[in-house]
């Protein structure tokens, strides 16, 4: 059985740990005290062992356990804590290890006062006057203490546990100064306290979300008392959010984690909300979603669907969260009980290409809405349903809304290699430019596409089969789906290394495929990658680049006017959309480009620090691979190198040689010797 060791005590910790139980993985869930223990689930499967460990004794835990994984689930301000575990991990580099980072809030600060640490913020204090409302928990209360006057001042807020309760009297807190409670606590509940305890000023640490920070912060301005925050201190070992862990160590573990809404429990809520999909049309509604629309009191959406809707709800005619949310917010203000209930329609399915996904981030911001997503039935499998086909085994993708620039090469990559594709379509405009490309795709790969056009469906439905030729000049008008289905797919090569007789060539220069080919490794491009291919020559780079996915976007710059001319001719003959072609000279040619992710030299003109140096105006991290085949350009390399202080620069010689046959026998012909110098900026 996989094994987990956790360092929690906090939300996402136990989180964590009961999602992993839930799984069946077991787990170590390690906290400092016995209140820790008290908010986990019990399972037989989560071994919670308390107490405070330094490095010598977590090296121990891990040395008997043999965990599969361990996770720093600890609070962000748990620094010592945090050095024990990096300490510990020094012998255990071998083990997975992820560190989660708590979401920051999305707040309005101004007017708060940040401090670097607890001394600092107490400092300040002691120059204040009026109560100030303490919620940094007991930990580093002796601090807030040492100043007399300042004590009497303090009205503190720690949790209900035996240890922290015995902090407070220990640190000369009376009773009346106490309030020992569990959250998490809402804005209202917030402001209630702040205004009991006649506060003059709030001190929180900059904890995050989870924490209740927002909540703080917002009852702090709403009953105008101040807020002292104290950063969250850096960390040595970079974090992730809960959900990416999440995601991480499903890969890992090779499993599935129930994601459950991680949802705070808060009274403050003003506006039930139900995101909702349409479907094709009333017809096809759920009967769920027809409920909650019955129930609404509001109901927001295209006009061409709230129009068909019978309901008591006042209908607003918009689908936009700029114009949504000012409505919500004046519902939510002119209540002081009760909710009010809220239904947002989004045609189709609201988990395929739907603007749900936009309204669920412009909405969790704000405490006084709760969200639910009911799904709806997708033109897609309704076409699939008209055609007796199934959507498993195929590619599904949308150019609805989506710019001609991305989804022109998912398009061709799809029905290059599937035998089967769905599109959304934005209607006619779009339906002839993808019978064009299927046109195209025919005549340079000689491939055979059927297709099936569903249009209005399920009112006034028509559904058109058609080839590549008649699909270009379909006169159809109304909304539309399409089926392609691809009768001879080719297959796709996974790794780079095309053969030089593939493209067209004239004089110009070009990489020759072995060198081309370990280049683009050295690369190690992903998805949705940028990269230049400067000094492109034949554009053989860059063409490569481009069929290793439709995301990355290749930017060929070339400055010879017959190159430029052969790029052009090689990214047709490979109907490529996601590899442009810049003319012009290097680095000037790069000024207006989208910052790259990757970056090929082939040839610099002798301005390779002119180019260094534009490459790092335009961000860090940026993986560079020069290929040189003169002493000269070596040295101009190393030269750069060390004046822009880049170090660990990986330097390969590459000396190949092909067979070549003469009369009976085959003899090896080398080539000239190429350098391949790779480097992070």
Same mark, same amino acid.
């Given at each position: 059985?996989?094994?987990?060791?956790?360092?929690?005590?906090?939300?996402?910790?136990?989180?964590?740990?009961?999602?992993?139980?839930?799984?069946?993985?077991?787990?170590?869930?390690?906290?400092?005290?016995?209140?820790?223990?008290?908010?986990?689930?019990?399972?037989?499967?989560?071994?919670?062992?308390?107490?405070?460990?330094?490095?010598?004794?977590? @090296?121990?835990?891990?040395?008997?356990?043999?965990?599969?994984?361990?996770?720093?689930?600890?609070?962000?301000?748990? &620094?010592?804590?945090?050095?024990? +575990?990096?300490?510990?991990?020094?012998?255990?580099?071998?083990?997975?290890?992820?560190?989660?980072?708590?979401?920051?809030?999305?707040? %309005?600060?101004?007017?708060?006062?940040?401090?670097?640490? @607890?001394?600092?913020?107490?400092?300040?204090?002691?120059?204040?006057?009026?109560?100030?409302?303490?919620? /940094?928990?007991?930990?580093?209360?002796?601090?807030?203490?040492?100043?007399? $006057?300042?004590?009497?001042?303090?009205?503190?807020? =720690?949790?209900?546990?035996?240890?922290?309760?015995?902090?407070?009297?220990?640190?000369?807190?009376?009773?009346?100064?106490?309030?020992?409670?569990?959250?998490?606590?809402? /804005?209202?509940?917030?402001?209630?306290?702040?205004?009991?305890?006649?506060?003059?000023?709030?001190?929180?640490?900059?904890?995050?979300?989870?924490?209740?920070?927002?909540?703080?912060?917002?009852?702090?301005?709403?009953?105008?008392?101040?807020?002292?925050?104290?950063?969250?201190?850096?960390?040595?070992?970079?974090?992730?959010?809960?959900? %990416? /862990?999440?995601?991480?160590?499903?890969?890992?573990?090779?499993?599935?984690? @129930?994601?459950?809404?991680?949802?705070?429990?808060?009274?403050?809520?003003?506006?039930?909300?139900?995101?909702?999909?349409?479907?094709?049309?009333?017809?096809?509604?759920?009967?769920?979603?027809?409920?909650?629309?019955?129930?609404?009191?509001?109901?927001?959406?295209?006009?061409?669907?709230?129009?068909?809707?019978?309901?008591?709800?006042?209908?607003?005619?918009?689908?936009?969260?700029? %114009?949504?949310?000012?409505?919500?917010?004046?519902?939510?203000?002119?209540?002081? /009980?009760?909710?009010?209930?809220?239904? +947002?329609?989004?045609?189709?399915?609201?988990?395929?290409?739907?603007?749900?996904?936009?309204?669920?981030?412009?909405?969790?911001?704000?405490?006084?809405?709760?969200?639910?997503?009911?799904?709806?039935?997708?033109?897609? $499998?309704?076409?699939?349903?008209?055609?007796?086909?199934?959507?498993?085994?195929?590619?599904?993708?949308?150019?609805?809304?989506?710019?001609?620039?991305?989804?022109?090469?998912?398009?061709?990559?799809?029905?290059?290699?599937?035998?089967?594709?769905?599109?959304?379509?934005?209607?006619?405009?779009? =339906?002839?430019?993808?019978?064009?490309?299927?046109?195209?795709?025919?005549?340079?790969?000689?491939?055979?596409?059927?297709?099936?056009?569903?249009?209005?469906?399920?009112?006034?439905?028509?559904?058109?089969?058609?080839?590549?030729?008649?699909?270009?000049?379909?006169?159809?008008?109304?909304?539309?789906?399409?089926?392609?289905?691809?009768?001879?797919?080719? &297959?796709?090569?996974?790794?780079?290394?095309?053969?030089? #007789?593939?493209?067209?060539?004239?004089?110009?220069?070009?990489?020759?495929?072995?060198?081309?080919?370990?280049?683009?490794?050295?690369?190690?491009?992903?998805?949705?990658?940028?990269?230049?291919?400067?000094?492109?020559?034949?554009?053989?780079?860059?063409?490569?680049?481009?069929?290793?996915?439709?995301?990355?976007?290749?930017?060929?710059?070339?400055?010879? &006017?017959?190159?430029?001319?052969?790029?052009?001719?090689?990214?047709?003959?490979?109907?490529?959309?996601?590899?442009?072609? +810049?003319?012009?000279?290097?680095?000037?040619?790069?000024?207006?480009?989208? $910052?790259?992710?990757?970056?090929?030299?082939?040839?610099?003109?002798?301005?390779?620090?002119?180019?260094?140096?534009?490459?790092?105006?335009?961000?860090?991290?940026?993986?560079?691979?020069?290929?040189?085949?003169?002493?000269? @350009?070596?040295?101009?390399?190393?030269?750069?190198?060390?004046?822009?202080?880049?170090?660990?620069?990986?330097?390969?010689?590459? $000396?190949?040689?092909?067979?070549?046959?003469?009369?009976?026998? #085959?003899?090896?012909?080398?080539?000239?010797?190429?350098?391949?110098?790779?480097?992070?900026?």
């Amino acid at each position: 059985m996989k094994k987990i060791i956790i360092f929690g005590g906090t939300t996402e910790g136990r989180q964590l740990a009961e999602l992993l139980a839930h799984a069946g993985i077991s787990v170590v869930y390690c906290v400092a005290t016995e209140y820790g223990k008290e908010t986990v689930f019990e399972d037989e499967l989560i071994d919670v062992r308390i107490g405070r460990m330094d490095y010598r004794a977590m @090296t121990r835990m891990f040395e008997n356990e043999h965990p599969d994984v361990i996770v720093d689930g600890t609070h962000p301000f748990a &620094e010592i804590v945090k050095k024990e +575990i990096d300490n510990a991990l020094f012998e255990y580099k071998q083990i997975p290890f992820f560190r989660v980072r708590r979401d920051e809030v999305d707040i %309005d600060y101004s007017g708060c006062e940040f401090f670097d640490n @607890t001394a600092d913020c107490a400092k300040a204090l002691e120059n204040t006057e009026g109560n100030i409302f303490l919620t /940094t928990g007991s930990k580093e209360l002796k601090v807030f203490c040492q100043n007399e $006057s300042l004590k009497d001042r303090l009205i503190v807020r =720690v949790i209900p546990s035996v240890e922290s309760l015995n902090i407070c009297y220990e640190n000369g807190l009376t009773g009346k100064q106490i309030i020992a409670m569990q959250g998490p606590f809402s /804005t209202a509940m917030n402001r209630i306290q702040l205004r009991d305890t006649k506060a003059d000023i709030l001190v929180l640490k900059e904890s995050g979300k989870v924490s209740g920070e927002a909540e703080r912060i917002n009852a702090a301005k709403s009953e105008g008392v101040k807020c002292f925050i104290i950063k969250r201190p850096s960390e040595t070992i970079e974090g992730i959010p809960l959900k %990416d /862990t999440i995601s991480e160590l499903e890969n890992l573990l090779e499993t599935t984690l @129930t994601q459950t809404a991680f949802e705070e429990i808060t009274p403050d809520i003003k506006v039930d909300i139900i995101l909702a999909g349409f479907g094709m049309g009333f017809g096809s509604l759920t009967e769920e979603v027809k409920a909650k629309i019955a129930e609404a009191d509001i109901v927001f959406g295209a006009p061409r669907l709230i129009s068909v809707i019978d309901c008591k709800a006042r209908k607003y005619p918009y689908y936009l969260a700029a %114009d949504i949310i000012p409505v919500l917010n004046e519902k939510a203000d002119s209540i002081s /009980t009760g909710k009010i209930k809220a239904v +947002i329609l989004f045609s189709g399915d609201t988990g395929f290409y739907s603007g749900t996904k936009k309204m669920i981030e412009a909405l969790k911001h704000d405490g006084r809405f709760k969200t639910t997503i009911l799904p709806g039935i997708s033109s897609i $499998s309704a076409l699939a349903a008209r055609c007796g086909e199934s959507v498993e085994d195929a590619y599904v993708m949308s150019t609805h809304g989506i710019s001609e620039g991305d989804w022109q090469p998912e398009l061709i990559e799809a029905v290059k290699y599937s035998k089967k594709t769905y599109t959304l379509t934005s209607g006619s405009k779009d =339906v002839r430019i993808i019978g064009e490309i299927l046109l195209k795709l025919e005549n340079l790969f000689q491939l055979k596409f059927d297709i099936v056009a569903g249009y209005n469906l399920y009112s006034n439905e028509k559904l058109i089969r058609c080839n590549a030729a008649k699909c270009a000049a379909l006169a159809e008008e109304g909304l539309c789906v399409m089926l392609i289905k691809t009768r001879n797919p080719l &297959e796709k090569r996974l790794s780079p290394g095309l053969k030089d #007789n593939v493209f067209l060539r004239n004089k110009t220069p070009m990489s020759k495929e072995e060198v081309r080919a370990l280049s683009i490794c050295k690369l190690g491009v992903t998805e949705n990658s940028v990269v230049y291919d400067i000094g492109s020559g034949s554009g053989s780079v860059a063409v490569e680049l481009g069929l290793l996915h439709p995301s990355i976007n290749v930017y060929a710059i070339e400055f010879k &006017e017959e190159a430029c001319e052969l790029i052009k001719e090689n990214i047709n003959m490979f109907a490529l959309k996601n590899v442009k072609l +810049i003319p012009g000279v290097a680095p000037e040619a790069l000024k207006d480009l989208p $910052s790259p992710t990757h970056v090929f030299i082939g040839g610099s003109g002798g301005r390779l620090e002119e180019i260094i140096k534009v490459l790092e105006d335009k961000g860090a991290g940026i993986r560079v691979v020069i290929n040189a085949v003169t002493l000269e @350009t070596i040295s101009e390399i190393n030269r750069v190198l060390k004046q822009n202080g880049i170090e660990h620069a990986d330097f390969v010689q590459v $000396s190949i040689s092909k067979a070549k046959t003469v009369g009976e026998y #085959n003899i090896l012909q080398a080539q000239n010797p190429v350098y391949v110098v790779s480097f992070t900026l």
